[in-house]
């Protein structure tokens, strides 16, 4: 079965999606995610001119073969653009494989290892009184897990807060939006937020917190310190991940869980994390971390440190990624908890997929490959347009990570 065809189609129906689209001599059609949130075209030009041609003619049985063609073969490793190209190619050729074999792909991965998916929704609001609002939606709409973000008295805007409550999205058109950051007006007040959550919903709801690798490790040793009482589920990117080492200071402070890594790309931004049990969750995805083949081998490292998978699913990774996302989750024993966060009705109409919310958790139909597609029609009434994610400073104009 070899590939004729490899193509990239971007397009933006609601946000910017890069999606891969492979096809092979027997008529089978397999997709890949290949969207990096406001350098969208840096990955669709690496796949069009240096990996896309490299693809036509070969085996597409063949994916462990492919992607260490694409890795070692680049000589260049690593890297986000590099590894969200692979991931892209990965994702399709497993679509394929499972397609060709009449299989879902959690089927080729060993089966199920759970019934069903467990998601964490995203509640957010400008003051506690509206976090409260939403998150009592969100565990009226039956989610057995939340995420709290709220704003932060002081401060302009923030990670998480949104004014369209339902579809958060960070990225703005055309040009990055300014943001003000002060690490001592946030941890002044985000415990009162979860406190009220607490005293509000009480303890059946699972919470969960992003802190977006805003503080430095003593700071988020003394979050995670002052968060015990309240129990979360996880605290997330608390610290950039870059030093891993940073998790030390931690981890020796707070057995509040910790959960890190939706920037980061491969197995080695992993390894001293996992191997020193300094993390609970492995936070990357499918599409950040080379596709199904990588993302699995991370995910076994993890198994036999105790640290668990619990997949980034904001709305920039499309609904192939969640398909791809789901396959996995259903399938690795050590599986945590999936981010979700719907996309628009533009969305799906360009992504039709067959997994489906229900009860706090999301499951896929069984259809063969992925279980996801994108509707090439539909794609070109949503023309691509230049976005990019905020940029953020202190108070006085330093910039820092947002
Ligand atoms: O800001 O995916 O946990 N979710 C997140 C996301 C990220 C976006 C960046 O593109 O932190 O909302
Ligand atoms: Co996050």
Redesign the pocket.
């Known amino acids: 079965m070899k590939i004729v065809d490899a193509r990239v189609i971007v397009c933006s129906p609601g946000r910017n999606f890069v999606t891969l689209r492979l096809e092979t001599d027997t008529g089978l059609t397999g997709v890949g995610d290949a969207t990096m949130?406001g350098r969208e075209l840096a990955v669709a030009a690496y796949l069009e001119h240096h990996v896309c041609p490299l693809l036509v003619g070969r085996d597409a049985s063949r994916i462990e073969d492919t992607w260490q063609y694409l890795y070692k073969g680049a000589y260049w490793r690593g890297g986000p653009v590099g590894m969200t190209a692979i991931a892209a190619v990965d994702m399709a050729l497993w679509d394929i494989k499972g397609k060709a074999a009449g299989m879902p792909v959690y089927d080729l991965l060993g089966g199920r290892s759970r019934d069903r998916v467990l998601v964490y929704g995203h509640a957010n609001g400008e003051t506690i009184p509206e976090v409260l609002e939403w998150v009592g939606r969100y565990v009226g709409d039956g989610y057995r897990a939340v995420r709290v973000q709220c704003g932060i008295p002081g401060i302009a805007s923030t990670?998480g807060v949104s004014s369209d409550k339902r579809y958060y999205e960070?990225a703005d058109v055309d040009a990055p939006t300014e943001n003000t950051w002060s690490s001592e007006r946030y941890l002044d007040f985000v415990p009162s937020v979860i406190e009220a959550v607490r005293d509000e919903y009480g303890f059946d709801v699972h919470l969960l917190h992003?802190v977006?690798h805003r503080l430095r490790p003593i700071e988020a040793a003394q979050l995670g310190k002052r968060l015990e009482p309240f129990r979360l589920f996880w605290l997330?990117d608390a610290i950039p991940a870059e030093l891993q080492e940073g998790f030390r200071i931690i981890r020796r402070h707070t057995t509040t869980p910790l959960a890190v890594g939706?920037v980061l790309p491969t197995i080695w931004d992993f390894r001293t994390l996992i191997v020193e049990q300094l993390i609970d969750y492995v936070r990357t995805s499918v599409q950040r971390a080379g596709g199904i083949s990588h993302l699995r081998k991370i995910a076994a490292l993890a198994e036999v440190h105790h640290v668990r998978l619990g997949c980034?699913g904001?709305t920039?990774l499309s609904p192939v990624t969640m398909a791809a996302a789901l396959n996995v989750d259903l399938a690795v024993p050590n599986f945590g908890i999936q981010?979700f966060m719907p996309h628009t009705d533009e969305t799906y109409e360009v992504f039709p997929r067959s997994y489906d919310y229900r009860d706090g958790h999301l499951d896929l139909a069984g259809e063969p490959g992925l279980g996801v597609d994108i509707d090439e029609e539909a794609a070109a009434r949503y023309p691509y347009r230049p976005a990019y994610?905020p940029v953020n400073r202190l108070e006085d104009g330093t910039m820092h990570s947002w």
């Open positions: 949130n990670y960070p992003d977006h997330e939706e980034h904001a920039d981010e994610l």
